[in-house]
């Protein structure tokens, strides 16, 4: 058990975290509740975790919950991440609904649990550079997270000169990019305007959203039960084109959650069956 957190501690938070998030916790790794909520703890002026703990359970619906399981969500993310998938989107998946769609001319894109936005904005500066012609098309970007922290991050688009380092190459950071005070860069309004940043959690109910063409849901359900993956996975497949493209994270996978989805002829990327 961790540092000063007693056991019955441990099954509280364990609860709400699973409860609110569908975030699992690791009771082997429990090292990883201290690097989480220290830093909360400055912010909420508790003097410990078992006191803001306290707090929480005589207080269990008020504003401390969410910031408790947003401080618990675990947010690495980088500029093209994966860049295999960057390049699939680019060789194969967009290609194809640039065909597909062109009837239309419109495509409906869902970056689910997006972090602190690096991914969504690798991705629309992939399309600005690689495909001009969509500049005609109706694009609709929902990209969201369950963390208002991480969704503010994502509209102001700031980055430190670390975070950057970290994926985006230098041309594409003198083009997409302007200068933020001396140590970060903010992503340029125009990529910024793209994007409709949407506060979802995907564990509880789901706003309207389009028919999605393709949807990003990566490095965040290998933290959820197998019941929350197979729920989630249902929805997507309800919610998706039946031509759309899924993209989960590499270490997962939607092999014996739900039937239907295969492998598509693009790395990372997973279509309906028959289609
Ligand atoms: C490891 S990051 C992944 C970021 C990005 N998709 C990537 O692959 O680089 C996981 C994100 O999932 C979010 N998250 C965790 N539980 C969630 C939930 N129930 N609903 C929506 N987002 C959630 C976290 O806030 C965090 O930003």
């Not at 500066?125 to 012609?133: D, S």
């Not at 980055?159 to 933020?180: I, M, N, Q, T």
């Not at 990003?216 to 759309?244: C, H, W």
């Amino acid at each position: 058990m961790s540092g000063s957190l007693a056991t019955e501690d441990f099954e509280f938070l364990r609860r709400v975290v699973l409860d609110d998030a569908g975030l699992v916790l690791d009771p082997e790794k429990t090292y990883l509740i201290d690097r989480h909520l220290v830093p909360l703890l400055r912010r909420s002026g508790h003097a410990s975790i078992p006191a803001l703990l306290d707090d929480l359970r005589r207080n269990p619906r008020g504003p401390l919950r969410l910031q408790v399981v947003e401080a618990m969500t675990t947010n690495e993310t980088s500029f093209f991440r994966d860049a295999m998938v960057f390049e699939s989107l680019r060789s194969a998946v967009i290609p194809e609904l640039l065909r597909t769609r062109r009837a239309s001319r419109e495509l409906n894109l869902w970056c689910a649990a997006c972090s602190s936005g690096q991914e969504p904005y690798s991705v629309l500066i992939l399309l600005r550079e690689h495909f001009p012609e969509l500049a005609s098309w109706r694009i609709r970007y929902v990209v969201s997270d369950l963390s208002q922290e991480m969704l503010q991050r994502t509209r102001d688009g700031i980055y430190s000169r670390l975070e950057v380092a970290r994926g985006l190459p230098p041309a594409l950071l003198a083009k997409y990019f302007d200068a933020h005070g001396e140590q970060s860069f903010q992503v340029k309004p125009e990529l910024r305007r793209a994007l409709d940043v949407r506060c979802i959690n995907l564990v509880a109910d789901w706003p309207q959203l389009p028919t999605m063409d393709v949807v990003m849901i990566r490095n965040v359900m290998i933290y959820f039960e197998v019941p929350t993956k197979r729920r989630i996975l249902q929805r997507i497949k309800s919610l998706m084109a039946r031509d759309g493209f899924l993209f989960l994270g590499t270490a997962e996978t939607p092999r014996l959650l739900v039937d239907d989805f295969v492998r598509a002829n693009a790395y990372g990327c997973y279509q309906l069956c028959g289609v």
